[in-house]
């Protein structure tokens, strides 16, 4: 017997690809066609519209950030603040009951365990812009539907994120608490609310700086802050002030923000 | 026998006393000075009921076709949006993760994703809608732009997070650079790539849903159009549709993803393969 001098190595079979990821592939092609066809995509179309000459974008290369010290520009923008610091707190605050009820320690009960979540998943649903123009709807123009729309919109998020760090609690603290013959609020407060608590006031800050941002849109479907005057701007086609507010407001936003990430390190 | 124990005082945390006086002083601060009459706040469980049965007591199902036909748009517009953005974002992410490119480069590209993400998708429409006017385009190109900051952030934390097992074999075995990448990244890669898209697709379909209040074309413009008419059936209507299709895309979307990041139930007995 002879042996060859290279041995041929036997190449193994490429593994196929899996049926799920052929499928999803498919699947993906076929929805963005679908979707293109939906909203009628055409790329000469985009092409045409972008390489236009329009006042907006000239508008953005000559901001007017002066704008921001006018008078009735400056009290929006303290109002836009005030609303996100009421509205995250009063918010805040809710979320954290509406996320301890959601879990089977704290909420026994398993109908109204349901309806909690229920309620949660609802409220998720619902966007910030949308609670905005539904509260306008409700009890007119102003900052109190910009503040409402603000205190859904916290509980949206921060019970979501304190609902997801309380499936992850230490189960032992609680077993403790109910062997010592507590009650269900006592035990949430001793065995559970601690352990959530830099994980929570993080999220609470986080929420903040959302508000902060979402603040500044409310005021586009009439509910108060910097959005109004953006909006009265946009009305009267006035876009270097439009692009000066965003642009001064974008820019007080990521100073909070710094602040507010540095404290969330700080926290957890 | 009894002795007494001197129990520890309790530990101070001064960052937390200072933290908390802060806190309350600045929502004391808003609630006084903000010009609201708080009084209305009484008459606003009145308002909810009344508003609620105007939405929901009598909805007009005739529009049932048409509002369907709304929402469908609105999910065309966070989907084309999102692959946009998915277009753009994946190959910028590359040039911005560190172990792939050289610091300046990477830091560059991030502070153009930082930008992109501080802007809200309803500042971009505003931008928009002046350029393609009333039409779906202005939403979809929103969406496309807002999304990349975000898609491109996550991506390049998927890439610096990489084993560099995989990249030494495929160089080992004189691969070039874009059959490293190949072979060495992108499989380790794909899947969180694929299942951040489509989380950030349902993000986006809550966006989209948004900025036709403003305008931009799918379901929103149809709801803001009723609220604005006093047609409250319709808009009652269309928000039951809006959430009751978020959620159920959101299922569908979840459950792909979930078994993307999962994988096969075992590679030895893959049913699939």
Known sequence: MTTPVTDPVTVPARPPASRFAVAGTVAAL??????????????????????????????????????LWSERSRTAFVETLQLAVIGTATGGLASLPLALWATDYGNPNVPLRTLVRTFNNVVRSVPDLLWALLFVTAVGIGALPGLLALFFFSIAVVSKLTADTLDGVDRGPIEAAQ????????????????????????????????????????????????????????????????????????AVVFLVERVSISLRRRLV | ???????????????????????????????????????????????????????????????????VAAMWESIAIAWLGTMIAALFAVPLSFVAAENLVGRPLAWAVRQVFNVLRAIPEVILAIALIPIFGLTP?????????????????LFYEILEGVRPGPIEAADAVGGN???????????????????????RFEVNIRASAVMGLIGAGGIGDDVAQALRFKDFGVAGLGLIIVVVGTIAVDAVSGAVRRRIIAGPVSPAVDTDA
């Open chain 1, 30 to 67: 076929v929805l963005t066609w679908l979707t293109a066809i939906a909203v009628d995509f055409s790329f000469a179309d985009l092409v045409e519209n972008l390489a236009r000459r329009n006042l907006v974008v000239e508008g953005l290369l000559q901001p007017d950030v002066t704008q």
């Open chain 1, 179 to 250: 062997a010592s013959g507590a009650g269900l609020t006592a035990m949430l407060r001793t065995a559970v609310v601690p352990q959530i608590l830099p994980a929570y006031s993080s999220f609470v800050l986080y929420g903040f700086e959302l508000n902060l941002r979402a603040s500044a849109v409310l005021g586009l479907v009439g509910a108060g802050g910097i959005g109004s005057r953006i909006e009265f701007f946009r009305g009267r086609g006035e876009w270097s002030e439009v692009w000066g507010l965003v642009l001064m407001f974008f």
């Open chain 2, 1 to 67: 026998m009894s002795t007494t124990v001197a129990l520890p005082a309790r530990p101070v945390d001064r960052v937390r006393q200072v933290g908390t006086a802060v806190t309350v002083a600045l929502v004391l601060w808003s609630l006084l000075d903000l010009d609201i009459a708080w009084s209305r706040l009484l008459e606003l469980p009145a308002d909810l009921a009344r508003l609620g049965t105007v939405l929901f007591g009598d909805l007009p199902f005739e529009r049932f076709g048409s509002l």
């Open chain 2, 137 to 153: 385009m202005a939403g979809v190109l929103a969406i496309g732009i807002g999304s990349i900051g975000t898609l491109g952030k």
């Open chain 2, 177 to 199: 650079a874009l059959q490293r990448l190949r072979w060495g990244v992108v499989p380790q890669v794909l899947p969180e790539l694929s299942s951040f898209v489509l989380y």
